[in-house]
Structures are given as structure tokens and as C-alpha cells.
């Protein structure tokens, strides 16, 4: 009995420390992967938020580019086209499961973007007045291929000297009036085929042949072509058509995934100049209003802020909303401000 | 003799049931002064929390009266152009005045886009003394603010084509 009651005991003992150590053992398991969840999500949010930053600076300086080594993380960015509202079109970008809005940054690039670097390029959009900064985001793993022939020269060259000035892209031209056209597939992320030709006029087969079959759903290759010029045109996707006004809308397109990519952030940009042109307008309202009512000694300058100016800001606003751009009213603008510093006026814009 | 043995072993028995005891206690003891020392860190880490989180608040606040000041000095709306081109840190007059009243149309975009929860104000100071409220978000009494954030800025006005020194104020409450 003696014995037996002894044997208990000690059982009872290891059975007491096994459960005791295993909930203290669980709990301290417990603490570490939360923790580890919680740092991992804290530097997904760090790198988001340095992004976030680093586009920032970037948009800031027009005609700067820059190449960023970046912790391998998959970043996308998504733009709703058809889901915007007054304060801009729901858009993100994310990278690690955190996820930042840029529901009113005018920001064009590829839907997903891999690899340890990312450039970053910006332009600044003037209609003629100083609408927003456009922010264009790629990386080395993404190659331009501009194509064009003889018809389409002036447009390309337009296009592909402002692209030069961003030396981080890999870029390559092709005029296929004068040379053969080929590529080499080189096992980019993606390739863009950008053809100032004839809608339709590039052979799919033959690009096939040097770049290899497209997968469903993991595209490696595309092809837009652009028909207009330097001042505005269209641009075709695979899923769709879309206008251009300047070059920097141009190369927005050039730089976006798709149609819908390229449409929502135009809406966003066609929401700021709303802004901004109605800025402009009661700006120049209040300053005819100065001149033919308060400093008459010079009504001539009420001139050059009449309703033709009015009438043309007015346009540019509403052409930009309805996707009818008339470059016009811009000329009218530019030369409106050239005679007005003649007559020692104030500008327009 | 053999009752002797046997109220031997049966005291042996006794002793060894309340040295086993004695060991659970021991256990036991250990434990929950390892669950006070545990609860004792978790309530001293929670204080430091939220200490820290408060402090972070007013660093959020802070970035956030940055973050406003370097999209004012970016808006498109306000800058000084000649051309199109951007003079930075000079703000146009004529441009204030008609965004004040854009903003006014477009409350809410610029209220929850542009300056959340801030107040906005631009100040000329030489040569002549003005203030303009750019946006005032409608702080109540308990609304709690850093100090403001301030920034010297070249005024422009396009009536009589005349500089002026200025500053702008930013608020940011919470």
C-alpha cells in the first residue's frame, strides 16, 4: 500500500509539471508568433509607408527620375475607374498585406510590380496653367519597346526624347521603315510593346515568336498603339481605347497596365483641374473686375482677362471632364499671356 | 515487535505524504508568484503603451501639420506661376482669395483630402499686416492641437504686382 500510494505521488508530481510546463511553454509560443505576426506586419507597414514617402518626394520633382533599391516585396496597385467619386477613384497600392490610398494621386504603372528596385519618374501636367505632377512607376525588370514607322516619326520621337531623360528604364526603338523588326527575349517581368503604327498593323504571331506564348492571367508582353501627336491622341489597349492631351498624359499611358488603369487616374487628374481651373476662373473674374471697375488708368488690361480667356479656361475644365479635349483653348491661353507681359499686364496663369 | 514495524512504516508513510504535499505547495507557490511577476509586467508594459501611444498621437499630429504644409506648398491652386512655371514657397493672393472660396464649394474633398482636421492660415507681415484664413476645420473647446506649425512664405499680389513677407500657420487637432 505503502508503495503504491508513493508511485502515485510521484505520478501525480510529473502529470502536475508536464501540464503546468506545457501551458507555460504555450503561452510563451502564443506571445512569440503574435509577436512575430505583429513585426512582420510592422515592417510591411514601414516599407508601405517609406513608399508612400518616397512617391511623395518623387511627384515633387518633376523631371527627376530615380532608382531605389527596394526589400524584395510584390507591389500592387489598383485604381477603380468606375467607382469614383468626389474626392477622386478608390486606389492603392500595397506590398506585404499593408496597403496605402492614393485616391487622389495621379499615379501610372504596371498592376503589379516585382523585383528589389523600383523607378520613380515625374512630369508635370500644364493645360497651360500647372494642373498636377504625374507620378510614373516601374522597374528594371519592365522593358519599352517603341516601335514605329515613317507616318508615326514625330510622335514617337516626342515620346521616346522625354522618355531619354529617364536613363533607369530600359527602353529600345525600333523604326520598322528602315530596319527589320526583332526582339530578344531577355526574360523580362513584362515587355511593352509600344507601336506608334497602324491600329493592329504589328504582327501578334511574330512577337510570339521572339517573346513566346502569353499565359492567361500572367501576361509577360502587350502591345498599345498610339495614333496622334505630341499634343494629343488615342491610345489603344487590349481592353479598350483612350485620348491623351500632351506628352505627359502620353506617357502616363505608356506607363499604365490598362485602359481602366490609364482611365481612373485621368478621371483623378480631370477632378484636379476641375480645382484648379476653377481657381484660375475667379481669379481672372476678380481681376477684369479690378480693372474695368477699380484702376481704370488701366482698363486695357481687362483685356486679355475677358471672356474669351474666361470662356477658354471654362473649356479646358470641361473638356477634360467629358474626355473632349480641345488643345485650342490652350493655345488661346499661352499667346493671351505672352501679349499680356507685353502690355505689362498681369498673366492668366 | 511487529506492531512496532508497523507503526514505523505507517509514521514513514505519513512523512512521505507531507513531503509530497509540501512539494505540490512548493509548486504551487512558485507559480503564482510567476503569474503575479507575469500580470505585474504585462500591467507595467500596458502603462508604458499607452504613454507611448500618446506621445505618438502627438507625433502623428505633428507629421500630419508637415504633411499639410508640403501639400500646400505643392497645391497647384495657390503657387505663384510665370508661365506655368512654379515659383516655390510664394503663394498668390488673387489665387488664396479664390480658393477660399473653391473650398467653399468643395468643402468636403478639401476638408477630408487636403487639410484634415487643420486650420490653415496665411499671414502678411511686411509690408502690410493681413490675415487669411485658408481653411478652418471648426475645432471645438476640447479639441486637443500641437503647437502650430509655421513657415515663411513671399506673398504675391497681381493688382499691383507687389511682394510680400508672410508666413502660414498650420493647426492640426485631433
Not at chain 1, 500510494?5 to 508530481?13: G, L, T, Y
Not at chain 1, 508568433?33 to 509607408?49: H, L, N, R, S
Not at chain 1, 498599345?224 to 505630341?230: C, K, L, M
Not at chain 2, 479639441?143 to 510680400?164: G, H, I, K, M, Q
Request: glycine residues 6%; hydrophobic residues 40%.
Amino acid at each position: 500500500m505503502f508503495s503504491n500510494k508513493s508511485q502515485i505521488d510521484v505520478q501525480f508530481n510529473w502529470i502536475f509539471i508536464l501540464i503546468v510546463g506545457a501551458i507555460i511553454l504555450s503561452f510563451f509560443v502564443g506571445v512569440a508568433v503574435w509577436y512575430k505576426g505583429t513585426q512582420e506586419q510592422k515592417i510591411a507597414a514601414d516599407i508601405v509607408t517609406k513608399l508612400d514617402s518616397l512617391f511623395m518626394t518623387a511627384k515633387e520633382s518633376p523631371k527627376t527620375a530615380r532608382y531605389t533599391e527596394i526589400p524584395q516585396v510584390e507591389l500592387s496597385f489598383t485604381c477603380s475607374a468606375t467607382d469614383c467619386s468626389d474626392y477622386g477613384c478608390p486606389s492603392y497600392f500595397s506590398g506585404g498585406g499593408i496597403s496605402m490610398s492614393t485616391e487622389t494621386e495621379a499615379l501610372f504603372t504596371m498592376r503589379n510590380l516585382h523585383g528589389t528596385n523600383i523607378i520613380t519618374w515625374s512630369l508635370e501636367w500644364d493645360m497651360p496653367y500647372k494642373i498636377a505632377n504625374f507620378l510614373y512607376l516601374t522597374n528594371d525588370a519592365v522593358r519599352y519597346v517603341f516601335v514605329y514607322d515613317e507616318d508615326h516619326k514625330s510622335a514617337a520621337h516626342s515620346a521616346g526624347a522625354l522618355l531619354a531623360e529617364n536613363s533607369y528604364i530600359t527602353k529600345e526603338t525600333i523604326n520598322i521603315d528602315t530596319e527589320e523588326f526583332s526582339l530578344i527575349d531577355k526574360h523580362d517581368d513584362f515587355v511593352r510593346i509600344v507601336a506608334f503604327l497602324d491600329k493592329g498593323s504589328l504582327s501578334e504571331a511574330k512577337v510570339t515568336s521572339y517573346l513566346g506564348e502569353r499565359e492567361a492571367g500572367r501576361e509577360h508582353w502587350d502591345i498599345i498603339y498610339i495614333d496622334g501627336t505630341a499634343e494629343a491622341g488615342t491610345v489603344v489597349y487590349e481592353d479598350g481605347e483612350v485620348i491623351y492631351a500632351g506628352l505627359p498624359l502620353l506617357m502616363g499611358a505608356i506607363f499604365s497596365a490598362d485602359s481602366e488603369f490609364y482611365s481612373c487616374n485621368l478621371q483623378k487628374t480631370a477632378l484636379q483641374s476641375e480645382f484648379v481651373s476653377n481657381v484660375y476662373l475667379k481669379r481672372t473674374k476678380e481681376l477684369y473686375n479690378y480693372f474695368t471697375l477699380e484702376d481704370t488708368e488701366r482698363l486695357y488690361c481687362s483685356y486679355y482677362l475677358g471672356d474669351d480667356v474666361q470662356n477658354a479656361i471654362e473649356n479646358i475644365a470641361s473638356g477634360l471632364k467629358s474626355g473632349e479635349i480641345d488643345y485650342d483653348y490652350v493655345t488661346e491661353l499661352e499667346e493671351n499671356n505672352a501679349y499680356a507681359v507685353i502690355k505689362s499686364c498681369p498673366r492668366v496663369y | 515487535m511487529r506492531m512496532q514495524l508497523l507503526k514505523a512504516a505507517q509514521e514513514c508513510t505519513r512523512c512521505l505524504m507531507k513531503k509530497a504535499q509540501l512539494k505540490t505547495g512548493e509548486t504551487i507557490i512558485v507559480l503564482i508568484i510567476f503569474f503575479i511577476l507575469l500580470a505585474g509586467g504585462m500591467v507595467f508594459y500596458a502603462k508604458i503603451q499607452t504613454y507611448t501611444s500618446v506621445k505618438k498621437v502627438e507625433e502623428v499630429q505633428e507629421l500630419n501639420a508637415i504633411a499639410i504644409e508640403q501639400r500646400i506648398r505643392h497645391m497647384s491652386e495657390i503657387s505663384c506661376t510665370i508661365d506655368g512655371s512654379v515659383i516655390f514657397d510664394c503663394y498668390d493672393i488673387m489665387k488664396v482669395e479664390a480658393l477660399q472660396e473653391t473650398i467653399e464649394d468643395y468643402k468636403s474633398y478639401y476638408g477630408t483630402v487636403i487639410f484634415p482636421n487643420s486650420r490653415v492660415v496665411i499671414t502678411s507681415v511686411y509690408p502690410d499686416n493681413e490675415e487669411v484664413v485658408l481653411y478652418d476645420y471648426g475645432y471645438s473647446d476640447e479639441s486637443v492641437a500641437v503647437e502650430p506649425f509655421r513657415t515663411p512664405v513671399t506673398l504675391y499680389n497681381p493688382r499691383d504686382d507687389t511682394y510680400n513677407f508672410g508666413y502660414i500657420t498650420i493647426g492640426v487637432y485631433s
